[in-house]
């Protein structure tokens, strides 16, 4: 209980949660009354009629290989979980009331300064527009900054699985919104989708004067070579972070890389222990720390990864990497210093 305690009081930068993924059951049921909607899944044509029946679909989407599911219309995925959420997202009032629910869940358990990921294709999709979008996200960071001693950056997402056109397309329409914006990253499914395929995109943002991040998820085929991608060739001479990547520590040459580079990594242990052994997920990340690469724990998706927000990951890699103290001031010091952060922001948190 000590343990926490002290956790939740250290004072913590978040680095790696998507804004959407931070969408609650009770915040979806809200706006979905307040814009007059009817919840459901489309393809299995299950509605939700109640906060309760929409709760328990979330945990649909808390898949463990072998679990058994009662019925088909349990089985979805965590993309069907979580794009699902993106309907209720219509107004700018909405967006602002997603960002300060993160916030505010955030504050109270001690994060100062964070780097939030959206998705802007998931919502231009479905006609919402841009000044509603960001309008909403630009009041939120603002009243966080002043009213909750909580500094925010927006960090745009690409959906890897849409074309590298689309992505183009959308970064031209975010120029407006670019003093918000502090750099950009591609998520969504990896399957056949090597970053190199946005290499154009990488290098517009790098000239444009942005920081570089891109998923290298777990478990992806093929991610070694997503892996030296993204660490020599995107934006000209490589990304400024590498999102998950855990599988670089099977490739001494990507690890010796990474390290000369000082490239640091987000680490979500939540996301990757809900599907992965934790033989195979724990002595990697203690693998990348004890090689002095820097990670920084987050919590990617924590509405729909049970309820578990970044400082109990925290907890989480203490424990079952058996870090001591100083390792995890090592970490706090580590996601400052990877943060994109202006200096007086950095040392205010030092
Ligand atoms: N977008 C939101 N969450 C994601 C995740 N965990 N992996 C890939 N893309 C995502
Ligand atoms: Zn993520």
């Known amino acids: 209980a000590d343990e926490n305690a002290f956790m939740r009081a250290l004072p913590k930068v978040e680095l790696h949660v998507h804004l959407e993924g931070t969408l609650t059951p009770e915040l979806r049921w809200k706006l979905a009354q307040r814009n007059g909607m009817t919840l459901g899944l489309e393809r299995t044509g299950v509605t939700y009629t109640s906060l309760e029946q929409l709760k328990a679909s979330y945990a649909g989407a808390q898949i463990r290989p072998g679990h058994e599911f009662d019925n088909e219309e349990e089985k979805f995925t965590f993309f069907e979980a979580y794009y699902g959420g993106f309907e209720v997202l219509k107004t700018k009032q909405d967006f602002y009331d997603l960002a300060m629910n993160y916030f505010n869940r955030v504050a109270a358990i001690n994060v100062r300064y964070c780097e939030v990921f959206f998705d802007p294709q998931g919502h231009t999709n479905r006609g919402v527009s841009w000044d509603a979008m960001m309008g909403g996200l630009r009041d939120a960071q603002a009243v966080a900054g002043r009213d909750l001693n909580l500094y925010c950056q927006w960090i745009m997402c690409f959906m890897r699985d849409l074309s590298p056109e689309s992505a183009m397309e959308h970064y031209e329409a975010s120029l407006p919104y670019h003093d918000i914006i502090i750099g950009i990253g591609l998520d969504s499914d990896e399957h056949l989708r090597p970053p190199a395929l946005f290499a154009d995109l990488y290098k517009r943002a790098r000239q444009d004067g942005l920081f570089l991040t891109c998923h290298c998820d777990v478990a992806t085929d093929n991610t070694h070579e997503h892996i030296r991608q993204v660490v020599l060739d995107i934006g ?20 010796e890389l990474i390290q000369d580079r000082g490239i640091g990594m987000t680490v979500c242990p939540w996301s990757y222990l809900r599907h992965q052994p934790v033989d195979e997920v724990i002595p990697r990340i203690r693998a990348l720390h004890d090689a002095g690469i820097k990670i920084a724990v987050a919590s990617d998706d924590p509405a729909y990864m049970e309820d578990v927000w970044v400082a109990h990951n925290l907890l989480l890699v203490k424990k079952m990497c058996e870090f001591d103290d100083r390792d995890m001031v090592t970490l706090a010091r580590n996601a400052i210093d990877m943060s994109w952060g202006k200096e007086e922001v950095k040392t205010r948190l030092l």
Do not use: F, Q, S, Y
């Open 236 to 255: 000209g001479n490589g990304v400024d972070r590498i999102d998950h990547g855990l599988n670089a520590t099977e490739k001494p040459e990507l690890m």
